[in-house]
Each structure stands twice: as C-alpha cells, then as structure tokens.
T-cell receptor, first 113, second 109 residues
Framework: NAGVTQTPKFQVLKTGQSMTLQCAQD?????MSWYRQDPGMGLRLIHY???????DQGEVPNGYNVSRSTTEDFPLRLLSAAPSQTSVYFCASSSDGVNEKLFFGSGTQLSVL | QQPVQSPQAVILREGEDAVINCSSSKALYSVHWYRQKHGEAPVFLMI?????EQKGHEKISASFNEKKQQSSLYLTASQLSYSGTYFC??????????FGQGTILTVHP
C-alpha cells in the first residue's frame, strides 16, 4: 500500500517558469489538500478538494492552480514561479473532511531562483 | 485563519511533562494534533471531536474545550523520541484543516 505519493522530491525552477507538482493516493480518499511549509509559518493550506470535480481555496492560494479530475490525483500547478514560492510542499489525504486523520506525502522541496 | 499555538518552544529533560495549547477564534468541528521530525512529513497523533470522542495515540492525551475553542496536548514522562515540532490543526468547516505555527519540543537526556 503506497499511501500518498508526491513527485518530484526536489525541484529547482527559474523565475517565471511553470510546473506541476504531482500527488496521487491509492486509499480511495475523498479529501485531498496541498500545504506549503516555511520556517516559522507552520503548514499553510493552499487548496483542498472534498471529492472529484470539487476544489476550494485555502489560506494562500495565489499563484497556484489545482484540479481534481479523478479521486486518486490532485496536481498542484505553479503558473509563473516566483522566489516567494520557494518552500516545502506537502500533499495530504483523508477518508473524510472532518473526523479522520490526514495521511501526508513525503514532500517536495522547491527552490525558485 | 490559523489557530494560535503556545508556547513556541519547550525544552525538557527526559521524564518531565509538557503542555502545548491551541486556540481558535472560530467554532471548531474537530482538533487534530501532529508531530513532525526534521526533514520528515507530519505524523498523526490525535483527533478530538465535538462531543468528546478522541482517536489517537495511547501515551499522549489531549483535551478539547468546545465552548472556548481551545485544545491542549499533554505529554507526560517525556522520552527522547518526543522531540520534534508539534502542530495543532483545526477544522472550522467540512474539508478545511488549517494548522498553527507549531511548537518545537526538545527533550534532553
């Protein structure tokens, strides 16, 4: 059972480039979310989804795009990378949106130069 | 809006106790607690639900005051393995889990 799989683990971008962070889960979880983690800021919610075809914004959505065409996948798109988007990104999933724990992926370390 | 955690950092000797607090300005569906080791993903510890139900770790306990929108995590007889950053997460609506800024716990021999 793979759980939550994130790719890539490391990425370096130049300012203005675009890219997609991949997230896939094999637990048939309805709820998926993306967080970014910066020193002293904790985990901040970027976007989340409560099921296929349904997404919503979190606390820091600007500069990021998401879609949820299948239950398994929840990719995060950086439209035009900026140095302020340098961070560690975590994808997480759970079986429901209230009472169940989050399973986290191993994270993606992104640097934007 | 992120919940507020206190203290920001705690230093303990093995065997000592600690309390980490979490408060929110909004009504809560549930409170989550996670621990993160350096360079790793957060790991689930506990969920506290409205109505008093708890799910989670056997050796770590927590409380949830629904009226005050506050939760506390109790770490008793701390071990070296308890070191890490502790995050509380709060659900104020279905699907949306937001985390506090974290509390760094260091346990020394």
């Amino acid at each position: 059972n793979a759980g939550v799989t994130q790719t890539p683990k490391f990425q370096v971008l130049k300012t203005g480039q675009s890219m997609t962070l991949q997230c896939a889960q094999d637990m048939n979880h309805e709820y998926m979310s993306w967080y970014r983690q910066d020193p002293g800021m904790g985990l901040r919610l970027i976007h989340y989804s409560v099921g296929a075809g349904i997404t919503d914004q979190g606390e820091v959505p600007n500069g990021y795009n998401v879609s949820r065409s299948t239950t398994e996948d929840f990719p995060l798109r950086l439209l035009s990378a900026a140095p302020s988007q340098t961070s560690v990104y975590f994808c997480a999933s759970s079986s429901d949106g209230v009472n169940e724990k989050l399973f986290f992926g191993s994270g993606t370390q992104l640097s934007v130069l | 809006q992120q919940p507020v955690q206190s203290p920001q950092a705690v230093i303990l000797r093995e065997g000592e106790d600690a309390v980490i607090n979490c408060s929110s300005s909004k009504a809560l569906y549930s409170v989550h607690w996670y621990r993160q080791k350096h360079g790793e993903a957060p790991v689930f510890l506990m969920i506290l639900l409205k109505g008093g139900e708890q799910k989670g770790h056997e050796k770590i306990s927590a409380s949830f005051n629904e009226k005050k929108q506050q939760s506390s995590l109790y770490l008793t007889a701390s071990q070296l393995s308890y070191s890490g950053t502790y995050f509380c997460g709060t659900r104020t609506s279905y699907g949306k889990l937001t985390f506090g800024q974290g509390t760094i716990l260091t346990v020394h021999p």
